[in-house]
């Protein structure tokens, strides 16, 4: 279904926005091999220019008709967008990667991380799900435990940075510090309540359970994601002040004991982990640091005596990197390299 070329048409759809801009600079870096690039957004950004390999891309509203010779589609426009164009897309013959929640627990759409289920990439029908950026950094962490010995139950509670929300978010998190600094008052408008200085325990609308949307894709897509529907997940998202970067308390039961030492092994040599945990010196990953990096990194890595094979960890990684544009870029360059 899809062809190998030397290089490809990549159009990016929601190419102004935070998860946008990130993907134009990783196909950059990466240099994934693209010949045309198509810039994509609303009609408020048709006039504007993003910017790639040096050049300046003018901005083309979205519509059902612009996908035509485009080979791969990078989309985060959010999710209403995605139910309608996606499905276009493919009909003109793209592969799309969509970041967006829309067809995530689409049981004909693979929902992939490379460092988990690269195989499920190949079982695509046009469409591949580009999981939470929560749920992304959980599983790269946690799915080396759970290879190794199992694990029965997940507890974690997020901290999540302003990134998530998207660029008008960032820009509400700026404006509302200045207006703090500078005893103007501060003004809420993406963000249900002030951000600065606070926390918000809602991410996503709330659902009929009293949970969140954004706790319960955490629950599904961690077990779609991993194969495994006997893993039980509870989740908390919470808003933090944090302009990059997300982070998570995690608790875990597993099936067999495994100890601190062993499990700080097994992460030293997962895929895209890097293991940050020296705590006698003070050492532990954080958002500040793990903004703009690839990696997830994991530390307080500790014994849960509590219950039976218990474990602590605290996951942090970039959201709009792993947790957005770099998973799907590299679901590109799977998609590419196979034969
Ligand atoms: O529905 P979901 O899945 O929950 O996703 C909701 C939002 O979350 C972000 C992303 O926001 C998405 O829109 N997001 C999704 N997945 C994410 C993830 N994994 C994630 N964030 C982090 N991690 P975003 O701001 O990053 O990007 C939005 C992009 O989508 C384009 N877009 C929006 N509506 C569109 C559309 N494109 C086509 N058709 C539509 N109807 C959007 O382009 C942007 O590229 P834009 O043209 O709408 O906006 C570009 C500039 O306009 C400013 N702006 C934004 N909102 C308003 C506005 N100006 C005036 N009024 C507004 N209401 C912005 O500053 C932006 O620069
Ligand atoms: O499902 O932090 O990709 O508000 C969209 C909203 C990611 C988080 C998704 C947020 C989410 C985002």
């Known amino acids: 279904m899809f062809k190998k070329k030397p290089k490809y048409n990549v159009a990016i759809v929601g190419a102004t926005g935070a998860v946008g801009?990130?993907?134009?600079?990783?196909?950059?870096e990466r240099h994934f091999p693209v010949s045309e690039l198509r810039?994509?957004?609303?009609?408020?950004?048709?006039?504007?220019?993003?910017?790639?390999?040096?050049?300046?891309?003018?901005?083309?509203?979205?519509?059902e008709?612009?996908?035509?010779?485009?080979?791969?589609?990078?989309?985060?426009?959010?999710?209403?967008?995605?139910?309608?164009?996606?499905?276009?897309?493919?009909?003109?013959?793209?592969?799309?990667?969509?970041?967006t929640s829309y067809f995530r627990m689409d049981p004909c759409v693979p929902l992939v991380v490379p460092e988990v289920n690269p195989e499920d990439i190949f079982k695509h029908k046009g469409i591949i799900a580009n999981p939470n950026c929560s749920t992304i950094q959980m599983v790269v962490a946690l799915y080396p435990i759970h290879k190794a010995v199992g694990i029965k139950r997940i507890v974690v509670s997020t901290y999540q940075s302003v990134s998530g929300a998207g660029q008008t978010a960032i820009n509400e998190l700026c404006d509302q510090t200045k207006a703090f600094a500078n005893g103007k008052e501060i003004a809420v408008?993406?963000?249900?309540?002030?951000?600065?200085?606070?926390?918000?325990?809602?991410?996503?609308?709330?659902?009929?359970?009293?949970?969140?949307?954004?706790?319960?894709?955490?629950?599904?897509?961690?077990?779609?994601?991993?194969?495994?529907?006997?893993?039980?997940?509870s989740a908390t998202c919470i808003r933090v002040p944090v302009f990059y970067a997300h982070s998570e308390s995690v608790n875990i039961e597993l099936k067999k004991k495994l100890t601190a030492f062993e499990a700080r092994e097994i992460l030293k040599k997962a895929p895209g982990v890097v293991v940050v945990d020296d705590v006698q010196h003070g050492v532990y990953p954080m958002p500040l640091d793990a903004a703009f990096k690839d990696e997830t990194f994991v530390g307080r890595i500790r014994e849960d005596n509590s219950v039976p094979n218990g474990l602590n960890l605290w996951i942090v990684s970039d959201n709009l990197r792993k947790g957005a544009a770099l998973n799907a870029v590299q679901i590109s360059e799977v998609l590419v390299k196979s034969k």
């Open 39 to 63: 810039a994509l957004a609303s009609e408020r950004s048709v006039g504007k220019k993003v910017k790639f390999q040096g050049r300046e891309v003018p901005v083309g509203e979205l519509k």
């Open 21 to 28: 801009q990130c993907m134009l600079r990783i196909l950059e």
């Open 65 to 99: 008709n612009s996908f035509s010779g485009i080979d791969i589609v990078l989309s985060s426009a959010g999710a209403e967008r995605s139910k309608i164009f996606a499905p276009a897309a493919v009909k003109s013959g793209a592969v799309v990667i969509d970041n």
């Open 189 to 233: 408008k993406k963000f249900p309540y002030q951000i600065v200085f606070n926390l918000i325990p809602q991410i996503d609308v709330f659902l009929e359970n009293a949970y969140t949307k954004e706790e319960m894709k955490m629950v599904n897509e961690t077990r779609k994601i991993m194969h495994d529907d006997s893993i039980q997940v």
